[in-house]
């Protein structure tokens, strides 16, 4: 693997943490919503947690392919 591969794997994985951190608060605004008993706005707020969750999945996925097989045992 070459510098900048690592440097882009690094880059891809930290945008993965940023996207599942934004997944999480959603997820924290369904739990806040639906103690208050606010359906509706917990619906919205799922929606955005399910988006935002999709989106987590779809980056790991590109990156794990993007490297597959590029690893070297140390």
């Known amino acids: 693997m070459t510098d900048e591969e690592r440097d882009a794997a690094i ?15 959603a997820l924290a605004a369904v739990s806040a919503h639906t103690v208050k008993g606010e359906v509706a706005e ?14 987590t999945v779809e980056s790991h996925a590109a990156i794990a392919e993007r490297f597959q097989g590029t690893a070297k045992p140390n």
């Open 11 to 25: 880059a891809g994985i930290l945008g993965i943490l940023a996207e599942l951190s934004g997944a999480m608060a």
């Open 42 to 55: 917990s619906a919205e707020a799922f929606q955005v947690f399910a988006a935002r969750f999709a989106k």
